[in-house]
């Protein structure tokens, strides 16, 4: 789990690299250019965290064995050769997917202006720039990430359904609450990043405003990576201490 875990706040610190600073640095000069490159860098990192969403899934099925197939878990998960071949899974399909997707969308003509009404550039954005049908190309690529994403999502469903059908029928009421706080976050994670990532790519255009896109992209690139660290006993005094000198 911890190894896993290692994994997503890489993928997250990634992400944030390539466009918190940016905005940041925007905010602080009064400025909203970008250069090319680095246009290109953070619609490949941000398309490169549908790795997060694999190990997500990973996630989902290491508590499936851990808690419904106990005594098979280190035969399944217990050994590093095989944590270490899911993860390198997650990261391949990831760096695949981001660079297909990135090298789509990039070779589409732009001639719609430059200006991405956004904090950071992301595909759907970058679209809206184009006045070829070839961006119908990127349109399937997106299609078939939709079904693989789903297919994680179902199969992450049905490892729940069977985690709560087993922590039902836990007598102590201190073992179902250690399974919860260890499954709630991530489900929160997963709920947080599945309907995030509808809302950015699938949207309907009459519902599409720039500061509905600018919270929700906020939430899809920023918050995930927060969850996971409100169980850190250090953020959580430090946030105390910061809730307590507002009230001041």
């Known amino acids: 789990m911890d190894f896993f875990l290692f994994n997503l706040s890489l993928l997250n610190l990634a992400s944030i690299s390539t466009t918190v600073p940016t905005s940041m640095a925007n905010s602080l000069t009064d400025t909203t250019t970008i250069s090319y490159s680095g246009c290109t860098a953070q619609v490949c ?3 490169f965290i549908s790795a997060e969403y694999s190990l997500l899934t990973v996630i989902a099925y290491d508590h499936y064995v851990a808690i419904c197939r106990p005594l098979h878990y280190g035969t399944l998960l217990g050994g590093s050769r095989a944590c270490v071949k899911m993860a390198a899974a997650a990261w391949g399909s990831g760096f695949l997917n981001a660079l297909l997707h990135t090298a789509n969308a990039f070779s589409v003509p732009l001639c719609q ?5 956004q904090f950071f ?3 759907p954005q970058i679209l809206k720039l184009s006045c070829s049908h070839s961006y ?3 349109v399937g690529l997106l299609v078939v990430s939709v079904c693989l994403g789903f297919g ?6 049905l490892s729940y359904l069977q985690i709560f059908t087993v922590v039902l029928r836990i007598p102590s009421e201190q073992g179902r609450h250690k399974v919860f706080s260890m499954c709630l976050p991530h489900l929160a994670v997963v709920s947080l990043f599945v309907s995030t990532g509808i809302f950015a790519y699938r949207k309907p255009p009459s519902v599409s405003s720039p500061p509905l896109d600018l919270a929700m992209s906020v939430l899809y690139v920023v918050m995930n990576s927060l969850i996971y660290s409100l ?3 250090e953020l959580k005094d430090a946030q105390k201490k ?3 000198q507002v009230q001041c």
């Open 45 to 47: 990192f941000t398309i």
């Open 113 to 117: 202006g430059n200006a991405v009404e």
């Open 121 to 123: 550039c992301e595909i």
């Open 136 to 138: 119908l190309r990127e």
């Open 152 to 157: 994680c999502f179902v199969f992450t469903v």
């Open 231 to 233: 169980r850190n006993r």
């Open 242 to 244: 910061l809730v307590q």
